[in-house]
C-alpha cells in the first residue's frame, strides 16, 4: 500500500465526496416528495393519475439507473434538451428513488386502519387534515425502516454517475487507476469515502428508529 499516493490524492477524494453528497441529498429529498406524492394519488385513487403513477413505478423500478441516465445524458439532446451531468444525476435519482419511496410509503399508509380514517371525517375533518394528523404521523414511523433502506441503496447507486462525465467518487478511483495503476489505493480510498459517508448516516437512523420503536412506533 503506497501511503504517499493515499496522501497526495485525499483531496480529490475529498472534492468528490462533496460533490457525491450534494447530489445524493438533493436527489433523496426530491425522491422523498416525488415518492409522497405518488403515494398519495395511489391512496387516495384519484381518476386518471393513480394508472399513471402505477405505470411510473413500474418503469422506474424495472429499468436500470445506467439506462435511465443514458436516456437523459444522451437521449434528451436528440430532441433539444441539453442537461448538465450534475442535473441529470439529481433527476435519476429523483425518477428511480421516487417509486421505491412510493412503495414504502405505501406499506406505512396502508397499516393505518380505515376506521381511523373513517373517524376522522365523520368529525368533520378534512382529506388534508385526516393525512396531517392521522395518516402521516403512523405512516412516516411505520415506513421509517423502508425509507431507510432506500436511502442508503440510493448513495449507493451513485456510484454509476462517472458514465455520464461527473466527476464522483467512482470516476476519480477510476481516472487514478487509469493513470497511475495504484488499482489497491484507488480502491482502498473508494471505499473509506463511501464508509465517511454512510456510516454517520447509519448511525443517526438507527438512533432515531430505536426512539420511534421504543415510543411504540414502527413495529
Do not use: H, W
Not at 65 to 93: A, H, N, R, T
Request: contains cysteine; hydrophobic residues 55%; glycine residues 8%.
Amino acid at each position: 500500500m503506497d501511503l504517499e499516493f493515499i496522501v497526495e490524492f485525499v483531496p480529490l477524494y475529498i472534492e468528490a465526496g462533496k460533490l457525491t453528497f450534494t447530489i445524493a441529498f438533493i436527489g433523496i429529498i426530491g425522491a422523498i416528495i416525488f415518492g409522497l406524492m405518488t403515494c398519495l394519488l395511489r391512496y387516495f385513487k384519484v381518476p386518471l393519475l393513480d394508472k399513471v403513477s402505477t405505470i411510473y413505478i413500474e418503469l422506474s423500478r424495472n429499468t436500470p439507473l445506467l439506462i435511465q441516465l443514458f436516456f437523459l445524458y444522451f437521449g434528451l439532446p436528440k430532441v433539444g434538451i441539453v442537461l448538465s451531468s450534475e442535473v441529470c444525476g439529481v433527476f435519476g435519482l429523483i425518477f428511480l428513488g421516487g417509486s421505491y419511496m412510493s412503495e414504502a410509503f405505501r406499506s406505512g399508509f396502508e397499516a393505518v386502519e380505515e376506521t381511523q380514517v373513517e373517524s376522522g371525517l365523520s368529525i368533520g375533518l378534512k382529506n388534508s387534515q385526516v393525512i396531517r394528523y392521522i395518516i402521516l404521523p403512523q405512516a412516516l414511523t411505520i415506513s421509517f425502516p423502508a425509507l431507510l433502506a432506500n436511502i442508503i441503496f440510493l448513495i449507493k447507486e451513485t456510484s454509476v454517475f462517472s458514465v455520464i462525465a461527473l466527476a464522483d467518487l467512482m470516476y476519480v478511483a477510476k481516472d487514478l487507476i487509469g493513470l497511475y495503476y495504484n488499482t489497491d489505493e484507488a480502491l482502498f480510498m473508494l471505499v473509506v469515502s463511501y464508509a465517511v459517508i454512510l456510516l454517520p448516516i447509519l448511525m443517526v437512523f438507527y438512533f432515531v428508529e430505536r426512539k420511534l420503536r421504543y415510543a411504540g412506533f414502527g413495529n
